[in-house]
């Protein structure tokens, strides 16, 4: 299992190297303004491409750093090489797939961080519009991590209650707090990142600049919640399968099964995500908000 993973990472990690470092042509530009309902200006247009292209490369960084740093820590901790859950000595750890997207977050923190935002010639003042995150997200996406963090402490702290055979051994009470620890930290962190991504000033006036400027943090909410679910996904399927090991004949017939879908739903999460259509919305005295982009 180890050749086949380790192969897999030496040919796809040059090639997304590769796609990252394409310049954001005009038609990626133009494609990306439809979708976040941006009127592409001489002002905005600059900063538009230069973003695509920096967080493209920041987060495909972000996730080989994923794949290449846990396997080297496994290498110098325990002398075996380690390559996304798989192990040369025969063991098997599916949940080190999920620091791929742990880097992918943070490498589209450090894009967002990293943009220059222009300063307005004409006033150098922040733009004071409120901006919650219900602007920036679909309402579902908003309430998922929640959900799916309640279900992964809901399966773990069952997973106390019940029997395993002599060939499968259960959680112990520590690691069951320590792991709800990360789970609610984890949770937490996500929401206090979004708030902070779209309430950093905004330091012009311009309504074309301002424009760009929404979309460009609703392409990062979006990141950051594609990567925080796709984690959290990986962490309910880890659950799934420790229900699955149990000696409850039930659990062992059923369980596997929502093991393997949200495997799955993480693995394209992600990028399903982080490139979803939105139109920011913005509250208006004189009309409604408007809703989200058709996808």
Known sequence: MLLPALLGSLVVVPLALIRAYRAAGDELVEGWARAHDLV??????????????TSGILRTWGAVAGVVLPAAFALAWSGHLEILGVDSAGGTNPGDVSWIFLGYLVGALYAEVSLVRPI???????????????????????LAPRLLGAAVAI??????????DEGSRGPSATMVVVFLGWVAALVWGLERLQRWL??????????SLVAADDAIR???????????????LFMFAGVAALLASSDVAVLRWTMWLPALVAALLALGACQYLA??????????ASRPRPGPAPG
């Open 198 to 207: 779209i309430r950093r000033p905004q330091p012009f006036t311009d309504p």
């Open 40 to 53: 592409l200006t001489p002002q905005n247009r600059p900063m538009a491409s230069w973003y695509l292209r």
């Open 155 to 164: 399966g773990i702290v069952g997973s106390l209650a019940l029997p395993y």
């Open 120 to 142: 307005d010639p004409v006033r150098r003042a922040a733009s004071v519009v409120s901006r919650d995150v219900a602007d920036y997200l679909p309402r579902g996406l908003v």
């Open 275 to 284: 490139h979803l259509p939105w139109r920011v919305r913005r509250p208006s």
């Open 218 to 232: 609703s392409q990062s909410v979006h990141s950051v919640a594609g990567a925080g679910l796709a984690v959290l």
